[in-house]
């Protein structure tokens, strides 16, 4: 699968923006997906993850009630709606997807995962 992020931006501290992960193939359905973010001198940091059902999701405590993972796999796309954002926030913002054949579990280590989006920039300002 490919996977292309999209709807980063810039936003003042306090907004929202929602980031978009559209994936090719026809399996897409089957994938465990999941939401990382960089910033620049640091490693890449888990944020969210999602089962392939879409049943089953998890959070870092950093972004937990303020960040909204949900997948749609009729249109072969993740969210990441991202809610009272604060500059701390700002980074490269990655998808990714691994795929364990329709498992309910979902994967939070960079590692666990085997394809990438080529990233999106958000940036919150103060």
């Known amino acids: 699968v490919q996977l292309q992020a999209s709807g980063g931006g810039l936003v003042q501290a306090g907004g929202s923006l929602r980031l978009s992960c559209a994936a090719s193939g026809r399996t897409f359905s089957s994938y465990a997906m999941g939401w990382f973010r960089q910033a620049p001198g640091k490693e890449r940091d888990f944020l969210a993850a999602i089962s392939w059902s879409g049943g089953s999701t998890y959070y870092a405590d950093s972004v937990k009630g303020r960040f909204t993972i949900s997948k749609d796999n009729a249109k072969n796309t993740v969210y990441l709606q991202m809610n009272s954002l604060k500059p701390e926030d700002t980074a490269v913002y990655y998808c990714?997807?691994?795929?364990?054949?329709?498992?309910?579990?979902?994967?939070?280590?960079?590692?666990?995962?085997?394809?990438w989006g080529q990233g999106t920039l958000v940036t919150v300002s103060s």
């Open positions: 990714a997807a691994v795929n364990k054949g329709y498992s309910s579990y979902y994967y939070t280590t960079p590692q666990a995962y085997d394809c």
